[in-house]
């Protein structure tokens, strides 16, 4: 990933979503470098919600995601000081399940970090703060669509092995 350029990235195959009252990441090194070591890296995942094929881990929160609409979008701006990135996450879901709307709604209430996964294998990392994080939930009768919007420093930041 060019992190001075904007970049698409197609086929997020899930969404995790780290409250950011779970994850306080502090000061941190790998908070301004464009990977993470994934041995550096453990953010609790007690309070997730996973847009996906499976959750997060054995007790989380499942959203279907439906194929093939999961997007994430890094566009950096240079007429900030500090190089702003604005991050734009989107899918389409299946919210036929009674649950899924309620927490649905939970995420545009909740401030989270984003973990996600493509299609490849690859996961990345989102920071969020109270102040950075917007998510808009939209139903139009025939499809439900999820839209995360992130501020911050680092843009998507690659977790590596």
């Known amino acids: 990933m060019n992190s001075c ?3 698409v990235l197609d ?8 409250p950011v009252s779970d994850f306080n990441a502090g000061v941190s090194t790998w908070q301004l470098t464009p990977t993470i070591s994934g041995a550096a890296f453990s953010p609790t995942l007690t309070h997730s919600i996973t847009i996906g094929q499976q959750p997060a881990y054995s007790g989380g929160t499942l959203i279907p995601i439906i194929r093939f609409t999961g997007k ?3 566009q950096e701006s240079d007429n900030v000081a500090g190089r702003l990135h604005t991050v734009n996450v989107t899918c389409e ?3 036929r399940d009674s649950g899924s709307w309620d927490h649905l709604l939970a995420l545009e209430r909740t401030p989270a970090h984003l973990l996600l996964t493509f299609r490849d294998g690859t996961r990345a990392f989102v920071l969020a703060t109270e102040d950075t994080y917007l998510c808009e ?9 999820v ?3 992130i501020h911050n420093l ?3 930041q690659l977790i590596t092995s």
């Not at 997020?12 to 780290?18: G, N, P, Q, S, Y």
């Not at 939930?137 to 669509?145: F, I, Q």
């Open 5 to 7: 350029k904007e970049f």
């Open 11 to 18: 086929d997020v195959m899930a969404i995790t979503t780290v």
């Open 72 to 74: 994430a979008k890094d």
């Open 93 to 95: 879901v299946d919210d």
């Open 137 to 145: 939930v939209e139903r139009d009768g025939a499809k439900t669509s």
């Open 147 to 149: 839209s995360f919007n």
């Open 154 to 156: 680092m843009g998507i």
